[in-house]
């Protein structure tokens, strides 16, 4: 017998077991703890320990997964909540990986979390999903690119609604030659110094390589880089035909408004990207093609829905970084009350059965079972050249990526390693 059933009768318990409950329900009611008890065990909230950075360079990013993670929420609660209880969501800063691994820890063992949500930081990400393997906890990652947490560091537990680096960087070079958008094969690349920009580099070379361009150098930049002046010199002195930004966070804000205050006539690329970006950088900064998982533009009807839900509630668009931790809740909650289980190994075929989510985009997503990549249509964004179109609306976005005939999985990596424990 589950612990969500109860037998219909005491006439159908043992005698002893009769005798038991009798006395449990007097000396309950002698305390006056019975029935108010019994609904405080039914209400018990399943906890999620949502980590996610809120300071440093990925700290405005992180905001918006805070409101796409609390919107999730209060939206599950105010539908009847999961298996009759509701959801409560444990938000905190995770800083660093050893921060975010101390929390995670500390997440599931003192406040008894049900699953843990979020993350940005790639190597973050890795520490925490070895702590809800250890744990036998989900752990939906909403933010982290790196292609080997899908691969050689993917893990059963794992799942991920962010899009990976390959899918990234497949996406732009898609755009790229689909609307010839570069005349040269002498390119230049900036690269985060971190997991993350190491494996989008890497990423990013394969693809350009196997298309015919050369990377004449690539610079690693620190990731509390504030100043470009140095680096764009050098730009001009190289004269690629093609500036390719592997940077992430507001480092990227910052290159572009730096790029163009220099006003140099070769094309700038990028192989992520997110809203923040944008807006930080604004119209007079804001240049290039990237790639992007999805934006407030989105034509698909849930997803105009939810863009009106999030302006309702937080008084501002929503960035792309709020709709991974928003599907990441709402997934999570969709496969407990579909299963009606909180059991981890039942949840899990679940999510690899290759059943469909709306993902607030025109074709629905599932998750790949070789990985737990989360498949879905991607978009390129450039400058919108209405210069009367808002602060939101500094972007145009593309018609989704790959094309309405074509495959989700032609945006994957070819060359999987992940094999779950």
């Known amino acids: 017998m589950s612990h969500f059933e109860r037998p219909s009768s005491p006439a159908l318990l043992p ?8 006395l449990g329900a007097t000396g309950a009611a002698a305390l006056g703890l019975a029935a108010p008890a019994l609904v405080r065990a039914q209400a018990e909230a399943f906890t999620l320990g949502h980590l996610t950075p809120r300071t440093g360079f990925l700290g405005p990013m992180g905001e918006y997964a805070v409101m796409g993670a609390t919107l999730a929420v209060e939206e599950v609660n105010a539908a009847g909540g999961v298996l009759g209880r509701p959801f409560k969501l444990m938000s905190e800063d995770s800083v660093n990986p050893q921060t975010a691994s101390s929390k995670a820890q500390r997440m599931v063992e003192r406040d008894k979390v049900f699953a843990l949500v979020g993350e940005i930081s790639s190597a973050s990400g890795l520490a925490i999903s070895q702590v809800a393997a250890r744990a036998g906890k989900l752990f939906f990652q909403t933010g982290c690119n790196s292609d080997e947490l899908r691969g050689k560091t993917c893990s059963r537990t794992m799942f991920h609604t962010e899009a990976n680096n390959s899918m990234y960087v497949n996406a732009m070079g898609r755009a790229l030659l689909r609307d010839n958008m570069v005349k040269g094969k002498r390119w230049m690349a900036f690269t985060a110094d971190y997991a993350f920009g190491h494996d989008l580099f890497a990423r990013t070379k394969a693809f350009m390589e196997a298309n015919g361009a050369v990377f004449v150098s690539n610079d690693l930049v620190p990731t509390d880089t504030t100043e470009f002046s140095s680096l764009i010199l050098k ?43 944008i807006w930080g950088a604004g119209r007079e900064g804001f240049s290039g093609v990237w790639p992007i998982i999805w934006t407030h533009q989105v034509k698909a009807p849930s997803a105009q829905a939810f863009v009106a839900a999030f302006n309702k509630r937080f008084g501002k668009p929503p960035e792309n970084q709020a709709v991974s931790d928003y599907l990441a809740v709402k997934i999570i909650a969709r496969a407990m009350n579909e299963t009606k289980s909180d059991d981890l190994n039942k949840l899990i075929a679940y999510l690899e059965s290759g059943v469909k989510f709306d993902v607030l985009r025109a074709r629905e997503g599932s998750f790949r079972k070789a990985d737990h990549q989360l498949l879905f249509e991607m ?36 060359d999987n390693t992940c094999t779950f424990a």
Do not use: H
Request: aromatic letters at 6%.
């Open 15 to 22: 005698s002893s077991a009769r005798r038991r409950l009798v």
């Open 235 to 277: 730009i001009r002195q190289q004269k690629p035909d093609l500036v390719m930004s592997n940077l992430a966070g507001n480092q990227t804000t910052n290159f572009m408004k730096q790029y163009n205050e220099f006003n140099l006539p070769i094309p700038l690329a990028g192989a992520d990207l997110n809203c923040v970006s």
């Open 379 to 414: 978009y390129t964004v450039t400058p919108n050249p209405d210069k009367n179109a808002g602060k939101w609306d500094v972007m145009t976005t593309s018609a989704p990526v790959p094309g309405p005939n074509e495959s989700l999985e032609i945006l994957q990596p070819q």
